[in-house]
Each structure stands twice: as structure tokens, then as C-alpha cells.
């Protein structure tokens, strides 16, 4: 231990370039599939998967479920030693890279709550970078093979530091970008169930306007298509250039809608379009808008529009699936798109295609665009023409009187104080925030806000709104409806009855405190994080966690010398300036006897 904060106060250990990987001829090591371990004790699901669609990048891992637990133990995926270790408050939080230098090839472990296993003076290590005032954030280099461990052995234990709540996240990273975990067979999760296909995409290809078939299983992993009316749809007419897309999901063992591992392409039979998730480059991490529809797909909750054909990375130009222009004129093609999972398991959908104008018409390829556009009523206007974008199409605003003959139901407590402009596009994406103002005819209130209902995950969502004395300006990067409601709906408090007793597991538990969590709810403008919180009528402290949404309560045990019972209030506060109901919580402390040891400390 001395050597080593010796050689942290010396600088060698702090942020020294990585040398330790070589030049490799491909971006995926030759590593044989077996050599690569299950990273915890017990067969855990996968809760995120590789490339998933995050706010500003993707998800360039895979998360292991951990059931609500810190503390199990997280095992070595390979021989090899610890390569660095990091800490944020944000992000990875406590972080461990561990490196196999006979195939040059790094797994990242993140959200960790310590350092474990033989690694006891590594523990040390981080305990000391903290008390020396490193709370903020470390980032160290170790010199290499310090910290050695075999194939399977623990290094450290689970948490939830950083982001999110407590999972491990995994990452296996070579030089030039990330492998996706599923890519070796002992991470692979024993699936046997197809992807689900929720819908085709067609746009260009001579229609007007963009044609979301909605997707319905008739058998395992084969699917059909029917329009909005429930109409079964087993042909279409298109011309030209057409652009396909596919969305879906895959559930693997877990409850979450994840995304898949890849998708093809198929027209009579011959193969167009093929993609694989195995593998991403470190820049195309940061580059979703060439997989997704970043104007449909969402994060929360997952709605994933998958590009059927390659999008150009610097958005200069748009792709598209296939020509039908290079194809005999009224002959039935057909089409088949598919989305395929890590164990091989593929769902699809197909449909005939005909080489003929859509309803007898055909929109022109270079129709102007609809960059910056109003609604008729002049009081709704939206600008992206300062956005990055794609496409030779245009962006379209509806305006709507009121809520009838609308997807959606307004929420109960909020009042409809506006029209409601629907926002669509036509073979156009752009990235980014739009912006945007929506007059009103009277200056709204604290209890009014923007209000957008998103038409891909066919729920409200937050929108970046700014009050001004005519109305609201905001910033939108989604297709959908936007409205001004009234809050007059107060915020709730429920306790996390899903939620364990504990959150540690006994190892890492401290017996000298309980804490309690309680959600704060809000159908509105939002909750506040602050509340008013009393315990016996005395104010109390809390923290308030945003991976859960929740507030903190800690208590000491030794109250339980004092009281058999304790009395818990709060009160909540919403932006529109509502109260919530008092929520009480009679706390028993007649159990935490056995729990408390002599080093407890004595409540004051």
C-alpha cells in the first residue's frame, strides 16, 4: 500500500497514455469465444444491451441486472490484470478496466461500489485517493500486472455510483472502438424468443406523406401488416427512391425492451442491407442518427427506428433502401425485413411491393424545404434551419381546435388552455433541438405549461419550455402534439414497496442505519426535489435520489432505545405551485435491536 500511494503522490500513476494496447489488423481480436467469462457469481439478465439509443450518445455495453442489490461480487472475464481504475459522480461512477495482455483486449466494469477480491490494497487505494480530497473524481493509470487475477476470480463489487441504479455495466474495449458483450457465448443469455416487430417505416417511394404500418405476430417470430384502420396490408404500390425502416424491440430475459443485435434487408430473396451490433468504433458511438430515426426513437421509454439502409455519417446526404426506378415497371417485388437477436433467434415481416405511382400520384423527389414553418393560424412557428439535417423533404404543423379525434386523452387535472399543434415530417430528419414559440392570447400563468405528447412512444414527455409574456418558447427534437395545459393536479408521495429493505447485501451493510425511500410523483409540470419532511414533528434531513426519483431518509437504529415507534411526514411541491396531501409513514424500530452493534453511533 505504501509503494503504491508512493508512486500516486510521484504523478506516475496519473493519467499516463495507454500503451498497452497494440495495432490490431481487425477491429475484433482473435480471441476464442470460450476464454471470454460470465462477469458475477450468478446468471444474471441483461437489462441494456449494446447500441442502445441514449440522449446523446449510445450505450456502448451491456447492463447486468443485480436485483436492487449492492455489493456482488463482479468476477474477471478473462486472465489478466487491472489496467486502470476511475471515479465520478457522474457517468461510470467507480470504474475498473482490467486488461488481457495475450489479446490485447480491455472489459470496463462500471457503477461499482468498491474495489474487492484479492484486491484488498486496491481497496485501500481508493479509500485514500478519497480521503486525500479526490471526491470529485480520479482518473488512474496502474502499472501494469500490479493487480493480476485469473479468469473468474472476484475484483470488486456491484453498486449504483454514477448513473442509474444499481447493475453492473460492461464494456469490452480494443484499441480502435467497443465489442458488444454479446458477441461471446457465456454472455449470451439462452434466448429463445424472436425480437418483437412493432412497425414498418416507408417513406419517399412516391407517397405524400410517411406509412407507419403497425405490426402484429400471427406466428412465432412472423409478423403482419395493417394500417390504422386494422386492415390487413399485403401490397403496396411505390416508385422510385424508398426508404424502409423497422421498429422493434428485443425482451431477451429480462422485462426490458432492448435493442437488438442486428437487421437485413431482403427484395425477391437477394440480400440489400445488413447490420450487425457486434461491434462499434469509437466514433460511431457518438454518431446515432446513422442507425436510428432520432426524431422517433426515444430512451424512455424504449422506441427504437432502425435505418434499413446505410445513412451517411455527415448528413450531406440522405440514404435509401433500394431504387425502384433500376427495376422492371409493375412487377411485384417481394420485400422482407427482419431483426435478428444474439442467439441467432430472427423475426420478419413481408409484403409486395409494386413498381407503380401510389393511388395514381407521384410527389416530386425535389419538392422545397421545410425548414422553418408556421401554423395556419400564425401563433405556432417552428425554425430547424440552422440544424443539421437530411432529406428534400419538409416539416408539417397541424393545428387542432380541441381534444377530440386525438390519440391521446388529456391527463385529469390538467386543462387544455391552448390549441394543440401536431408536428409531423415528410422524408426529412434533422438533429438536434428545433426551435420554437407558441403565442397565447393571454399571458400565461405559474399553472401554465408546454405539454408534448410524443407520437413514437404515444405518452407525454418533458419539453424544454421558456414562460415569456405572450406565451412559450421551446426547444424540440421529437415529432408529436404540443399544447399549453393548466396544472391544477397535485404531486404524490407512495412509498418504494418494490423496492428491498435493503440495498446492500450483508457484506457491505451497515447495521447501524435504515433508510427508507419514498417516490415523488407529478402527472404535471413536475415535482420539486425539496419537500417539507418531519419526524415526530421535528424537521428531518433527506437526500433525493434522481435514478430513483425518490427521497432519502436515513435513520439510526439506536432510536429504537428511545421509541417503539417513529412518525414520518412529507408534503410535496410541484412547479405549478401545488401541494400534495400529507403523507404519513408509522416507522416500527422494535426490530432494529439485533441489528445494532456497540461502534453504532447514539442518536442525538
Given at each position: 500500500m505504501i509503494r503504491i500511494l508512493f508512486l500516486l503522490i510521484s504523478g506516475i500513476l496519473f493519467l499516463q497514455p495507454d500503451l498497452s494496447l497494440g495495432s490490431e489488423p481487425h477491429p475484433i481480436p482473435e480471441i476464442p469465444k470460450e476464454d471470454v467469462g460470465f462477469p458475477l457469481p450468478y446468471y444474471s439478465p441483461v437489462t441494456g444491451?449494446?447500441?442502445?439509443?441514449?440522449?446523446?450518445?449510445?450505450?456502448?455495453?451491456?447492463?447486468?441486472?443485480?436485483?436492487?442489490?449492492?455489493?456482488?461480487?463482479?468476477?474477471?472475464?478473462?486472465?489478466?490484470?487491472?489496467?486502470?481504475?476511475?471515479?465520478?459522480?457522474?457517468?461510470?461512477?467507480?470504474?475498473?478496466?482490467?486488461?488481457?495482455?495475450?489479446?490485447?483486449?480491455?472489459?470496463?466494469?462500471?457503477?461499482?461500489?468498491?474495489?474487492?477480491?484479492?484486491?484488498?490494497?486496491?481497496?485501500?487505494?481508493?479509500?485514500?485517493?478519497?480521503?486525500?480530497?479526490?471526491?470529485?473524481?480520479?482518473?488512474?493509470?496502474?502499472?501494469?500486472?500490479?493487480?493480476?487475477?485469473?479468469?473468474?476470480?472476484?475484483?470488486?463489487?456491484?453498486?449504483?455510483?454514477?448513473?442509474?441504479?444499481?447493475?453492473?455495466?460492461?464494456?469490452?474495449?480494443?484499441?480502435?472502438?467497443?465489442?458488444?458483450?454479446?458477441?461471446f457465448p457465456d454472455l449470451h443469455q439462452k434466448d429463445n424468443t424472436p425480437p418483437t416487430i412493432s412497425s414498418l417505416f416507408i417513406e419517399g417511394g412516391?407517397?405524400?406523406?410517411?406509412?407507419?404500418?403497425?405490426?402484429?405476430?400471427?406466428?412465432?417470430?412472423?409478423?403482419?401488416?395493417?394500417?390504422?384502420?386494422?386492415?390487413?396490408?399485403?401490397?403496396?404500390?411505390?416508385?422510385?427512391?424508398?426508404?424502409?425502416?423497422?421498429?422493434?424491440?428485443?425482451?431477451?430475459?429480462?422485462?426490458?425492451?432492448?435493442?437488438?443485435?442486428?437487421?437485413?434487408?431482403?427484395?425477391?430473396?437477394?440480400?440489400?442491407?445488413?447490420?450487425?451490433?457486434?461491434?462499434?468504433?469509437?466514433?460511431?458511438?457518438?454518431?446515432?442518427?446513422?442507425?436510428?430515426?432520432?426524431?422517433?426513437?426515444?430512451?424512455?421509454?424504449?422506441?427504437?427506428?432502425?435505418?434499413?439502409?446505410?445513412?451517411?455519417?455527415?448528413?450531406?446526404?440522405?440514404?435509401?433502401?433500394?431504387?425502384?426506378?433500376?427495376?422492371?415497371?409493375?412487377?411485384?417485388?417481394?420485400?422482407?425485413?427482419?431483426?435478428?437477436?444474439?442467439?441467432?433467434?430472427?423475426?420478419?415481416?413481408?409484403?409486395?411491393?409494386?413498381?407503380?405511382?401510389?393511388?395514381?400520384?407521384?410527389?416530386?423527389?425535389?419538392?422545397?424545404?421545410?425548414?422553418?414553418?408556421?401554423?395556419?393560424?400564425?401563433?405556432?412557428?417552428?425554425?430547424?434551419?440552422?440544424?443539421?439535417?437530411?432529406?428534400?423533404?419538409?416539416?408539417?404543423?397541424?393545428?387542432k381546435k380541441d381534444a377530440t379525434d386525438l390519440p391521446f386523452s388529456i391527463p385529469k387535472g390538467l386543462i387544455l388552455k391552448s390549441k394543440i399543434y401536431k408536428i409531423e415530417s415528410v422524408n426529412f430528419t434533422w438533429k438536434g433541438d428545433g426551435q420554437g414559440e407558441l403565442i397565447l392570447p393571454v399571458s400565461p400563468t405559474n399553472k401554465d405549461s408546454l405539454f408534448f405528447w410524443d407520437s413514437s412512444i404515444k405518452k407525454f414527455s418533458s419539453v424544454a419550455g421558456k414562460r415569456k409574456a405572450n406565451g412559450f418558447s421551446f426547444s424540440l427534437s421529437k415529432l408529436g402534439y404540443l399544447m399549453v395545459l393548466e396544472d391544477m393536479s397535485p404531486p404524490s408521495i407512495t412509498p418504494m414497496t418494490s423496492l428491498a429493505r435493503h440495498i446492500e447485501l450483508p457484506e457491505i451493510r451497515s447495521g447501524c442505519f435504515e433508510n427508507r425511500y419514498y417516490a415523488l410523483n407529478d402527472v404535471g409540470t413536475g415535482f420539486k426535489t425539496t419537500v417539507n419532511l418531519l419526524l415526530d414533528g421535528q424537521t428531518y434531513p433527506y437526500e433525493y435520489d434522481p435514478d430513483r426519483k425518490a427521497i432519502k431518509v436515513t435513520l439510526p437504529k439506536s432510536l429504537y432505545k428511545e421509541k417503539p415507534y417513529l412518525l414520518l411526514e412529507v408534503r410535496a411541491f410541484d412547479f405549478a405551485e401545488n401541494i400534495s396531501q400529507p403523507f404519513t409513514d408509522l416507522i416500527v424500530t422494535s426490530g432494529w435491536k439485533n441489528d445494532v452493534y456497540a461502534s453504532c453511533p447514539e442518536s442525538e
Open positions: 444491451t449494446f447500441a442502445e439509443i441514449r440522449n446523446h450518445n449510445l450505450h456502448l455495453g451491456s447492463d447486468f441486472k443485480s436485483y436492487g442489490l449492492n455489493g456482488h461480487s463482479i468476477l474477471a472475464t478473462f486472465d489478466g490484470y487491472v489496467d486502470e481504475i476511475s471515479y465520478s459522480k457522474l457517468g461510470y461512477g467507480l470504474s475498473l478496466n482490467f486488461y488481457s495482455p495475450k489479446y490485447k483486449i480491455k472489459s470496463k466494469y462500471a457503477h461499482l461500489h468498491s474495489f474487492g477480491g484479492g484486491f484488498s490494497d486496491l481497496e485501500n487505494l481508493r479509500i485514500a485517493l478519497l480521503m486525500m480530497g479526490e471526491k470529485e473524481g480520479f482518473q488512474i493509470k496502474l502499472p501494469q500486472g500490479l493487480f493480476q487475477s485469473k479468469k473468474g476470480n472476484p475484483i470488486g463489487k456491484t453498486g449504483e455510483s454514477g448513473s442509474g441504479i444499481s447493475h453492473l455495466h460492461l464494456e469490452f474495449r480494443t484499441e480502435k472502438g467497443i465489442i458488444n458483450p454479446l458477441f412516391g407517397l405524400p406523406k410517411p406509412l407507419i404500418l403497425e405490426a402484429k405476430e400471427s406466428e412465432k417470430g412472423i409478423y403482419f401488416l395493417f394500417d390504422e384502420m386494422g386492415n390487413q396490408i399485403k401490397e403496396l404500390s411505390l416508385t422510385g427512391k424508398v426508404k424502409v425502416r423497422l421498429s422493434g424491440y428485443d425482451i431477451i430475459r429480462s422485462r426490458n425492451k432492448n435493442n437488438v443485435y442486428g437487421m437485413d434487408l431482403f427484395l425477391n430473396g437477394k440480400e440489400i442491407f445488413r447490420r450487425d451490433f457486434s461491434y462499434l468504433s469509437f466514433e460511431d458511438g457518438a454518431k446515432k442518427h446513422q442507425f436510428y430515426d432520432i426524431n422517433r426513437s426515444s430512451l424512455s421509454p424504449p422506441v427504437y427506428f432502425y435505418h434499413m439502409y446505410e445513412q451517411p455519417k455527415d448528413w450531406k446526404e440522405e440514404g435509401f433502401s433500394f431504387d425502384l426506378d433500376k427495376e422492371p415497371s409493375s412487377v411485384g417485388q417481394i420485400l422482407e425485413a427482419g431483426l435478428r437477436d444474439a442467439s441467432s433467434n430472427r423475426s420478419y415481416i413481408k409484403i409486395i411491393i409494386k413498381n407503380e405511382s401510389p393511388n395514381g400520384f407521384i410527389v416530386s423527389g425535389t419538392s422545397g424545404f421545410g425548414k422553418k414553418v408556421s401554423s395556419s393560424d400564425k401563433h405556432f412557428s417552428f425554425d430547424v434551419s440552422k440544424n443539421e439535417s437530411t432529406g428534400n423533404g419538409k416539416i408539417e404543423i397541424e393545428d
